[in-house]
């Protein structure tokens, strides 16, 4: 099987965002270093490995989930790059590869230049179907789930009004903490629906406890504000 000569390059600089230093790719894997040792290693196919001395370390541990998280993002969008074809439109004189099309909408991926990584595009079929138009650009953090999601809701593959911005998430988790830990009677049913719900946005939101609390001094920035005005008087009926 050929090694995938592209995923190591751009696994190394997506864990460099992060903060996460890696060493030279030894024996097709390649070391992640924590404090300065080599704590895991993540293969050729994108599985993550604990090194013998760093199983049920907590430096690690913190580090492990987020690496396996970016690791499988990469793997699976260096391959579809590799293998996908260029994207052929009128107009377009960028090197796009083709990666997925329905519906009249297509998703597409560029390798950018001088290591900057990757980026990824939505673009609508021009009713000739020989150009493309109204593009909507990704990059940056999870640039790649986010341009998959777009396609998805584009293309109508799924409710576009079924998906919740990250800002709308914070405020739902904080609703669903606020009232498991409230104390009022939940059935079971219930109390289950939000536990679940709450550590299905704690995967899904980055830097969620940041976000929270930056929510949570927002309201208490403006209670004090409301405070210091005193009471509305209200008009009487």
Not at 18 to 34: D, F, H, M, Q, R
Not at 119 to 135: E, L, M, Q
Not at 212 to 235: C, F, I, K, T, Y
Request: with cysteine.
């Amino acid at each position: 099987m050929k090694m995938n000569d592209k995923f190591f390059p751009e696994l190394s600089r997506r864990l460099k965002r992060e903060g996460i230093s890696t060493g030279p790719v030894e024996k097709a894997s390649l070391p992640v270093l924590v404090e300065g040792r080599q704590a895991m290693w993540v293969q050729s196919w994108g599985g993550v490995i604990f090194n013998a001395g760093s199983v049920n370390d907590p430096a690690v541990d913190q580090i492990h989930d987020t690496v396996a998280e970016i690791s499988a993002q990469v793997y699976e969008y260096t391959e579809a790059m590799a293998a996908a074809p260029s994207l052929k439109a009128v107009g377009l004189h960028e090197d796009f590869r083709l990666l997925a099309e329905f519906n009249g909408i297509i998703l597409a991926g560029q390798e950018l230049e001088a290591d900057w990584g990757y980026k990824f595009v939505t673009w609508r079929r021009s009713p000739d179907r020989k150009a493309v138009n109204g593009g909507e650009y990704f990059d940056g953090g999870h640039f790649y789930e986010a341009a998959k999601l777009d396609f998805a809701c584009r293309a109508g593959l799924v409710d576009g009004h079924r998906q919740f911005t990250d800002e709308q998430l914070v405020e739902l988790y904080r609703c669903a903490c606020e009232t498991l830990e409230s104390g009022y009677p939940l059935t079971k049913e219930r109390r289950e629906v939000l536990e679940q719900a709450a550590e299905q946005i704690e995967g899904s939101v980055d830097d969620l406890d940041h976000r929270v609390s930056l929510s949570n001094q927002r309201e208490l920035e403006a209670a004090d504000q409301q405070a210091d005005r005193g009471p509305e008087m209200g008009m009487s009926p």
